[in-house]
């Protein structure tokens, strides 16, 4: 066969009002497995979409299936966001919901899902157990998509697509949240895929890719260019010159006598199922936490009853801030001492707002600015914004940005209250090298020079601040270990 | 017990039907004070129940719900709701006594039996609070004169009103004390620390009496709300499939078409909605929606004269005694239409069309909304009362078609909502049948524009929007939602 598997020439591909490829010419030989990189807006979604039928574009795309194989004849695509719907087709949920006991439930569960969508497809279940296992997820069939955790979610989509096996699949960041392990398990199994025939486009800039991908491409100027494995892997070096704005150079207002956290005996259970057992945690002002454990450890709702979002908070002895919880305080008092990020953050986000307006209602904690924040928020807002290098997407709405670009935002909207406690739950998902860096470099700033305490998640253990002092670690909803990590040891738990 | 309403002189019907004060910010300044420390008791644990006792706890105010003694045994629903969120869960006896407030979110058919049954419990100058004034206006409930009776009522689904709330945000909300139950005059300083604690001022209060919520909420349900909007989805789609159009499209097409047209209203008001037209289909929705409101207004003034008179909660309270029997059977028979059996397709409309290709349903919102709003500021009702219970939640309605239906929407409204609908509904289609027989798909079903050229008289459009723009629903609205920013927007299927 002289004509290769895919053949694109002359790209053109615009999202929104903008031009984001132009001209692009890319040949996939049969055998070949890519891995595309670039930075964040470069136009690598784009490109996956448009490749997969999911984007408009101008220019052609000719893809040869191979009418011999026993694969599927379909490229399949799988995004980096994921939007699931309840029994009703409503999508607009919040992300505190997750937490609520209901007497109905409202959406599937993964053992439903994973039947229409085998149904769909005409694939047999039997096929499906095995990657279920591979993945940790057998576990959790009876669990509803709503209880599922980001990395959970993340994993159901690349269950689905692995048992489909079709000859050309797209992968859109797919190690985003997922744990050391998952990562490992998913690239054997990305490997063992490919050698059965699937071709890969894996889209992201990560290090450890399944052995398979040997071509290496980045996005630069709306055009592909082919580039090697050292290439690849070459460090952008940007100092970040700027200083801080000044309003976060302040040390935050700690104003009340006590630990930060001071958890006793805390458990958390749906029905039957716990998912917190016995915690005990004491957190004292200043101090620099890693929190870590699997995907579905527990993390999330450790951190959920901390920012005052889960119902079973009243019925747990523990105090926030030196007040023992459920005691007359309200938990907008708690959200007005806490930036948060996180991944369900993001999700559930309301993305009609604009730049502005998401980065500014983080002086009140809502999703989306419900009113004029006055002359002095402006400015903080403006220089922040400055600083993050987003002014020029001040009035953009955040569903016209690229995924980094939209993140980066709401880490602007997390920090720029300069709270007393600092909530990052794998806050540079998303974002690329250049980007996490840059951020953690902000983090290590914002730690460095005043009281701040911090509460940091991360699972790609070369991403972490350097500030980080102490570590705890869940498994199956307990504390399995609380360390110090002194600063000699630290390159040595970074890469664990 | 006898209707309260009727028994007041015509001088204290008009003064309590015109209690209306859209209210400052100020206001609420003194946050949950006035409630802080209190022991509230809800009884009742459905979705308004749990979503307004889990936002109240989030406030940081004292929530405990009592049930009744089967549900607690048979852990039913509302027993596991409360607890499995970390309630302090009681029967009436253990609960009511020691209760400052007793919050009663059980159905309007169980107030009565409800409130007999804690009156006796509830201790001297408590306060009773209901979110619907239809047990004291309509039934004539006479509460204890040393108990404070107040109603803080949200104006949306309870879903919605823990969704606002943990995004910052809130619903808007309805508040009012009861004339005859203010014996320390502390009603309007808990109602509105009440509502804080809710959410809801952050999103607009308006101050309103028990009569005026009630005259107002049962005429805006029965008509626009439900009513029409029951009434025009099935013959839209009954034409539609009768004029030879895909089924599974039409189904679609008025399905989540109630939304997208009434999310139009929701930010830009009538007007807003008419201008998503093109010019021609413009005028041709205001005459055919004029036609509308010629042939509907008897209706809507009969609706409104036996809600004002009690004649519909008469009627209504012997089908309660009757064991509900044409509620059940209308129910039974709304699940049986066509349009609810038929389900919608696969195929993609985009938001345009629903407005190009239906330009009959924008016509009956356009006609029902105006009418509504109209009939109840004709019948003494404040303008701003009107609004909220007309053009305000038509959207939220809709939605609630958009979800599953018209079984979904008679599932989500009150019993009492869902008995107003059917009566409209069953006198409005007959009233309608001389004018269905002129409509064609250019209406319903294809492109209104297809095969025009847009071009439209200078003055005649210039009255089009003359009359659109300068009605008082269009004027008091412009007012209203300027308070009520940030209104999330519904994402089209």
New interface residues.
Partial sequence: MSEPFVHISNLEVRYRHQTVLKGLEWKINYGDNWLICGDSGSGKTSLGKAIAGLAPFSGKIEIGFNPLSPLPPLVYYIANWYQFKDLEGQSNFYYQQRYNTWSVEVTATIQAELERFGAEHGLSFSDVEDILKKLGYSELKDSTLIQLSSGEHKKLQLIKAIWLAPQLLVLDQPYNGLDKNSRQNLNILLDQLAAEGTQLVLIGNDAELPACITRYAEIVGGRLREVSEYERLQDYTTVIAEELPEFLNAHPVHDHPGDIISMRNVNISYGEKQVLKDINWQVKAGEKWLLQGHNGSGKSTLLSLICGDHPQAYANDYSLFGQKRGTGESIWEIKAKIGLISPELHWYFDRSATVWQTVASGFYDSSGLFCDPGSLKHQKTGELLAYLGLTAYGNTLMNELPLGKQRLALLGRTIIKNPELLILDEPCQGLDIQQTRHFNELVDRLCGNNGTTLIYVGHFESQLPDCIEKKIILENGKVKAVEEIKKTEHYVTRSE | MSNYFNTLPLREQLNQLGVCEFMDNAEFLDG?NVL??KKLVIVGCGAQGLNQG?NL????L?VSYALRKEAIEGKR?SW??AT????TVGTYEELIPDADVVINLTPDKQHTSVVNAVMPLMKQGSTLLYSHGFNIVEEGMQIRKDITVIMVAPKCPGSEV??EY????GVPTLIAVHPENDPEGKGLAQAKAYCVGTGGH?AGVLRSSFVAEVKSDLMGEQTILCGLLQTGSILSFDKMVEKGIDPAYASKLVQYGVEVVTEALKHGGVSGMMDRLSNPAKIKAYEVSEELKNIMRPLFQKHQDDIMSGEFSRVMMEDWANGDKNLLTWRAATGETAFEKTPAGNMKIAEQEYFDNALLLVAFVRAGVELAFETMVEAGIKPESAYYESLHETPLIANTIA??KLF?MNRVISDTAEYGCYLFDHACKPLLADFMTRVETDLIGKNFNEGKDNGVDNVTLITVNEALRSHQVEIVGARLRKAM??M????T?
């Fill in positions: 949950v802080k420390g889990l706890r989030d406030s940081g004292n629903d596991k709701n499995e969120n970390s309630f823990r969704a943990v995004r910052g945000f952050r979800r599953k979904e920013t940030a999330k927007s519904i994402k299927a």
